[in-house]
C-alpha cells in the first residue's frame, strides 16, 4: 500500500486496539476533525481501549499519524508516552484534558509544536486521508527520551523497547470547494 507507515518498522506481536468511536478503517466522527485550517472540527480525540498486551509491558507509547499528509514526511497529531502498563484506555476527549490521563503519561510534541492532539484537516481536495493510532507495549516503565522530542525521535528511541503494537485507523476527507 502506498505511503505504509509500518513499511520500515519491526515486526513484533499484535494486540488490540479499538474505540467505541469509530471502527478500523472507518471515518473518524467530525468533532475529531481540526479547529483550525477549515478543518471544523473540535480537535477532540476519541475514546481508545486495548487489551492483550504482550507479557512483560511495563508502559505504552501512543501517537497519531497521517501518513497521506502532502509534506514528503507526513503529519504527527499526537504523541504521548509514559502510558502505564495498568491503562487499558483513554476517554474520549483526553488528547486536550490532563485530567483524563494517567499522571504518569506524558504528552510530547506534535507536528505544531503542542502537546496535545491535532484533529484530522486534510486538504480540500486532496482525498481520503488515513490516520493510524499506534499504541506500543514497551519493556520499560518510562521512555528515556528529550523532554521535546518529535514524534519521530520517540518512535527511534522505543524501539530497543518494543514488544508489541497495536494499531487502528481511521479516516477523514475534506470535499473540495
Do not use: K
Not at 500500500?1 to 509500518?6: F, G, H, L, S
Not at 496535545?116 to 488515513?130: D, S, V
Not at 516503565?141 to 523532554?147: D, H
Request: hydrophobic letters at 35%; proline letters at 11%.
Amino acid at each position: 500500500m502506498a505511503n505504509d507507515p509500518n513499511w520500515n518498522l519491526p515486526e513484533v506481536p499484535s494486540f488490540t486496539l479499538s474505540s467505541p468511536d469509530f471502527t478500523d478503517g472507518g471515518v473518524l466522527p467530525d468533532w475529531a476533525r481540526g479547529s483550525d485550517a477549515g478543518g471544523g472540527g473540535e480537535d477532540r480525540s476519541p475514546a481508545l481501549e486495548w487489551e492483550g498486551a504482550p507479557e512483560g509491558t511495563q508502559s505504552y507509547v501512543l501517537t497519531v499519524y497521517d501518513p497521506d499528509a502532502p509534506t514528503g514526511s507526513g503529519f504527527w497529531h499526537w504523541s504521548l508516552t509514559d502510558l502505564p502498563a495498568s491503562a487499558t484506555s483513554l476517554p474520549q476527549g483526553a488528547g486536550t484534558d490532563d485530567a483524563l490521563l494517567p499522571a504518569e503519561a506524558l504528552r510530547r510534541r506534535n507536528e505544531y509544536g503542542t502537546d496535545t492532539f491535532l484533529g484530522a484537516a486534510p486538504p480540500a481536495g486532496h482525498g481520503p486521508h488515513r490516520y493510524f493510532f499506534t499504541l506500543s507495549a514497551l519493556d520499560v516503565p518510562v521512555l528515556e527520551a528529550p523532554a521535546d522530542a518529535t514524534p519521530a525521535v520517540v518512535g527511534f528511541v522505543l524501539r530497543e523497547h518494543l514488544l508489541g503494537r497495536a494499531q487502528l485507523m481511521g479516516t477523514q476527507e475534506t470535499p473540495a470547494s
